[in-house]
């Protein structure tokens, strides 16, 4: 799950084919749409909400986790 790696981690790997093809940032990585459709991935909905929103999904997903993590939401 895309959104667990960004909540949970500071590194992710995208591979495909048996191939790494990133080694980042979950943000990085996650924010980049043509890397995610070269591995078959899908952006994720928090990513999709801001930029409907016109907002930059990196700031969003980052105060939507820290929201959750304040009030005690998993």
């Given at each position: 799950d895309l959104y667990l790696a960004?909540?949970?981690?500071?590194?992710s790997l995208i591979m495909h084919d048996g191939k790494?093809?990133?080694?980042?940032?979950?943000?990085?990585?996650f924010m980049n749409t043509d890397l995610l459709a070269q591995a078959n991935l899908v952006e994720i909905s928090l990513s999709k909400l801001a930029k409907l929103l016109e907002i930059r999904p990196d700031e969003f997903i980052d105060n939507y986790?820290?929201?959750?993590?304040?009030?005690?939401?998993?």
């Open positions: 960004l909540e949970y981690t500071s590194r790494i093809l990133a080694d980042d940032s979950p943000h990085k990585l986790i820290s929201h959750k993590k304040q009030i005690g939401i998993n």
